[in-house]
Nanobody, 121 residues
Framework: QFQLVVTGGGLVQAGGSLRLSCTAS????????MGWYRQTSEKQRELVAI???????HYADSVKGRFTVSRDSAENTAYLQMDNLKPEDTAVYYC???????????????WGQGTQVTVSS
């Protein structure tokens, strides 16, 4: 069974930094995309940053230049380094992956559990 385990998050002052990690485990053939979304009570879930298995990245405009997504494919882990955090970054952050259970199977999407990031002003 495929699983994503998220660590990191917490409370930080504006201008500070946090690092999230997301590790995939279980039985799978490959992971093509890993990334991060976030959600607040006022907003729908929105993309933050994603990275492909070829290390191609995509960021939301609101985090460009402040957040960095990276990936350790050998460890099946993605990271989100968040610098210069702002109060508007406060949200529940979710890890996401597109993976194949087996070579002959279609890719599936999977969401890990969320982790709270709170940025105080």
């Amino acid at each position: 069974q495929f699983q994503l385990v998220v660590t990191g998050g917490g409370l930080v002052q504006a201008g500070g930094s946090l690092r999230l990690s997301c590790t995939a485990s279980g039985t799978f053939f490959s992971i093509s995309i890993m990334g991060w979304y976030r959600q607040t009570s006022e907003k729908q879930r929105e993309l933050v940053a994603i990275i492909s298995n070829l290390d191609s990245t995509h960021y939301a405009d609101s985090v460009k230049g402040r957040f960095t997504v990276s990936r350790d494919s050998a460890e099946n882990t993605a990271y989100l380094q968040m610098d210069n955090l702002k109060p508007e970054d406060t949200a529940v952050y979710y890890c996401y992956a597109t993976y194949q259970r087996a070579a002959h199977m279609q890719a599936s999407n999977y969401w890990g559990q969320g982790t709270q990031v709170t940025v105080s002003s």
